[in-house]
């Protein structure tokens, strides 16, 4: 009987058995046409996001809604590739695609556990799963992808499985691959990583979302201690490595990708003209775009920024701690909860968060914790400019005490500075830009939108349009040389009055200060930025002259903008056609096309170039010194790859040469005078450069642009709202000279640093003549002019003056304007 039995068993087990590998077969085959080609995983490119890059082949961006890093199995650390075989599959090396031992050892574990502590899936049937199919759990989904399993391994070497997997697994927080998420949580290479964190990448893959560290690094701990104690029952580690490996401090936080320069701008830029020519899949597709910008310049342009609005700001008053927090009962939630709170705060660029532990007036001095547990001193010589901010043109007492500032469990920010000492600061209200291009090839070399990118990504540099104030004098000027206006000729610094019949009231624009020193040379008139003298010299030349002229310069002046108050900046402009304007004085004459890219590659292929024209200022003049366009006869063939010129070799080098006086000062009808651009003397040490101030009505925005023989710059600072940039009780009003200029000095300060001199050539045949006793280039040729002319010219302003002063009622003489130097009315 029981040999029966024993048959029957046996016959029966061997028929379903058979029957089930018939049933196996037939499925197999039914659903073979639906299977994919698995051989195409020999051709895989993973999506690759888009990367930046300077001039100086310095990664300065990197964007994509995936973060993934291919690399190679033989790149992977050993440990690493245990760790993922320890947890996820131990006999991936063994099996052909499924593994029954291992999904039996599951089942037991699942049961005995209570709970699914491993995972039945191997590592092959991730790729097959991640590759081609969803993750809907159905019957006929999990048959293909055992079907598909079994084809991989046929097709594929362990090895080649392998680094599909550990480049295409979700690993959280966007990151796809195992480079990717060490970048992400640890900020590191792969070669970088400790056994820990190796343990904890490879915990992810299980549940990425709620097991990694940033999210929830409590379950990612206990995570990584399962992962690390398999390894060890494998034999892969050994106890004294599992130990310290165990005892790993638990940090990780958020990184971007391991950028080797900071230019956000430039890169969100690129980003964009990215996005515009290939639309979405630039983003996937391995884009790789080259800029125009170098490390060095960018690095310089961001201190400049950063200096010169930390000192705006030290001038007008501390605002005081953003928030004030109960430190024991935020230690008290859990011990990752002081480093969270202080890392979602640190989002910028130049300044750190901290938190306030110790007021010590006894000492002088305040102890705050921030990130990572550092400790944080701040002397009360590195915060006692921290009198209370009233509003923009009033602050309150400088301090006494450091208790006077903070208090315990205030949130602050602080930056290192020169010395290695912590000083206290504060997220800045006010904004600035600095934007820098080559100016014989339009290449921009430094571009700075904002004070810092993680507090607006507004690029104020060509997304902002503003009123210029004396930074379009020297516009004002060239239309004055291209009228036939020699440079020393004398106007008069006088008030002015005029009728306005419109509102009928008087307009009497003023200078700043409101002083007014007689007859002086338009040279001399521009460095000291004599409004009075503009509007004088506007009315020489005539507007709609005037209005011709800088349209040659590339700004579009509307008509309601053609009025006298153009000679004092009211026109509106964006700070890369302001320097844009600048360039063509001190590149010859030459309007040059600005840009930022100079190849895109895409896989590996060049898609695209720009290939720049060139403004030559020794070349042979083509352009004749007058307001409308005119040519001459110049025998020579225009070179097509030059920039087009529009303005004469003279008339620039004259214009840019009376902006030397301005830095430099000069001397005078009266005598020696200083201009208002002083500073960036005193800051550099240079003498070459050449430049402007600009500010306009009551404030508003500040101006600075210059330029020598190496680079032209524009910058710039006010709010992004209706609001004046004030006063201060160590400057008084704020201006081009105290506000802006910095920001260009200190840029060309550490960016030419180690550059010689580079005046700018003087043009061949340009002469000099003599007015009033001074001695000045001309444009009505070399030979001397005499005092009659310049007498005769101020007597002609006189009497159009007067004339214009006589037509208003004597009781309507009010003055009702509100016109400062630097302003606009």
């Known amino acids: 009987m029981l040999r029966k039995i024993i048959n029957f068993a046996f016959w029966t087990g061997l028929f379903s058995v058979g029957a089930s590998g018939v049933a196996g077969a037939a499925i197999y085959y039914q659903t073979l046409g639906d299977l994919p080609d698995v051989a195409k995983l020999k051709e895989v490119t993973f999506e690759t996001p888009m990367k930046v890059y300077s001039a100086d082949n310095k990664l300065i961006g990197e964007f994509g809604e995936s973060k993934r890093i291919p690399v190679s199995i033989d790149k992977i650390p050993e440990k690493l590739k245990q760790a993922f075989i320890a947890i996820e599959d131990s006999r991936f090396y063994e099996h052909s695609g499924i593994d029954p031992i291992g999904i039996a050892r599951a089942a037991i574990v699942s049961v005995s556990k209570g709970s699914a502590k491993q995972g039945a899936s191997t590592i092959t049937q991730q790729v097959a799963r991640n590759f081609f199919l969803t993750r809907e759990k159905t019957l006929k989904r999990k048959l293909k992808e055992i079907f598909i399993s079994l084809r991989i391994e046929q097709v594929l070497t362990k090895d080649e499985i ?32 400790t056994l820990g964190q190796m343990a904890t990448i490879a915990g992810l893959p299980k549940a990425p979302s709620t097991l990694n560290p940033i999210s929830n690094p409590k379950r990612s701990k206990e995570r990584r201690h399962l992962v690390l104690d398999r390894m060890y029952t494998l034999g892969f580690i ?89 430190l024991n009962k935020l230690k008290a939630k859990n011990e990752f909860a002081l480093e969270n709170y202080l890392y979602y705060k640190d989002i910028y660029h130049y300044i750190k968060p901290a938190l306030v532990t110790n007021v010590n007036d006894k000492e002088q001095n305040l102890s705050a914790i921030g ?21 923009d043109k009033r602050q309150g007492p400088l301090p006494k005490h450091v208790s006077d500032v903070a208090t315990e469990g205030d949130l602050i920010y602080y930056y290192t500075n020169e010395t290695g000492e912590k000083v206290l600061t504060q997220v800045p209200q006010v904004e600035a830009l600095l934007i820098a291009i080559n100016q014989y090839d339009g290449a921009i070399k430094a571009m700075v939108g904002g004070y810092d990118f993680a507090k607006s990504k507004l690029d104020r540099t060509s997304q902002s349009t503003r009123q210029t104030g004396s930074n379009f ?17 004398v106007f008069q610094d006088e008030p002015i009055k005029t009728w306005d019949p419109g509102s009928r009231t008087w307009w009497s624009p003023k200078n700043t200060p409101n002083r007014y020193d007689g007859n002086m040379t338009l040279r001399e008139a521009l460095a000291r930025s004599k409004n009075v003298v503009s509007i004088r010299l506007i009315r020489r030349i005539g507007v709609h002259n005037t209005v011709e002229h800088v349209q040659k310069f590339g700004f579009n002046v509307p008509k309601s903008q053609q009025v006298e108050s153009m000679a004092l900046g009211s026109v509106e402009v964006t700070p890369l056609q302001l320097a844009t304007g600048y360039a063509v004085f001190s590149n010859g004459g030459y309007k040059v096309e600005p840009y930022l890219i100079t190849k895109i590659v895409k896989n590996g292929e060049v898609v695209y170039t720009h290939t720049p024209k060139h403004a030559d200022p020794l070349a042979p003049d083509r352009i004749k010194n007058s307001i409308s366009l005119e040519y001459n006869n110049v025998e020579a063939v225009a070179d097509p790859n030059s920039y087009e010129q529009v303005l004469s070799h003279k008339n620039a080098y004259i214009v840019a040469d009376m902006m030397s006086s301005v830095i430099y000062g000069g001397e005078g009808i009266s005598g020696p005078y200083y201009g208002t651009g002083g500073r960036a003397y005193r800051t550099t040490g240079r003498t070459d450069l050449h430049g402007k101030t600009g500010t306009t009505n009551n404030v508003h925005d500040a101006w600075f642009s210059g330029y020598n023989g190496h680079i032209t710059a524009t910058a710039w600072m006010g709010f ?106």
């Open 720 to 825: 992004d709202t209706d609001r004046d940039l004030g006063y201060s009780r160590f400057t008084g009003p704020e201006g081009g000279a105290y506000s802006a200029l910095p920001i260009f000095a200190e840029f060309i300060r550490l960016s030419q640093k180690d550059l010689e001199m580079a005046p700018l050539p003087v043009p061949e045949g340009l002469g000099k003549c003599t007015v009033a006793g001074i001695t000045d280039w001309c444009t009505k040729g070399s030979g001397s002019l005499n005092d009659d002319d310049s007498q005769s010219d101020t007597q002609e302003q006189n009497e159009n003056e007067q004339e214009q002063s006589e037509q208003a009622k004597p009781e309507d003489k009010i003055d009702t304007s509100n016109i400062t130097d630097d302003n606009i009315f």
């Open 473 to 489: 004098k020297p516009f004002l000027y060239s239309a004055a040389v291209a009228k036939g206006i020699n440079i020393n000729t």
């Open 371 to 391: 990130r990572k547990n550092e400790e944080v001193i701040i002397k009360f010589e590195n915060l006692k400019w921290a009198a209370p901010f009233i509003s």
């Open 162 to 193: 392998f680094e599909l997997y550990l480049n295409k697994i979700a690993l959280g927080h966007r990151s796809y691959g195992v480079a990717a998420a060490a970048q992400t949580y640890f900020g590191k290479n792969l070669d970088e990583l």
């Open 238 to 326: 050994t106890k004294d490595e599992f130990e310290k490996a165990d005892n790993e401090p638990y940090k990780a936080e958020f990184h971007s990708s391991k950028l080797e320069g900071y230019a956000p701008y430039v890169a969100e830029k690129a980003r964009l003209v990215a996005l515009e020519k290939f639309g979405d899949s630039a983003y996937t597709d391995g884009i790789e775009i080259y800029t125009t910008v170098n490390t060095k310049d960018m690095q310089a342009a961001h201190d400049a920024v950063f200096k010169a609005v930390t000192e705006y700001d030290t001038r007008h008053g501390y605002r005081g701690a953003l928030e004030n927090i109960d």
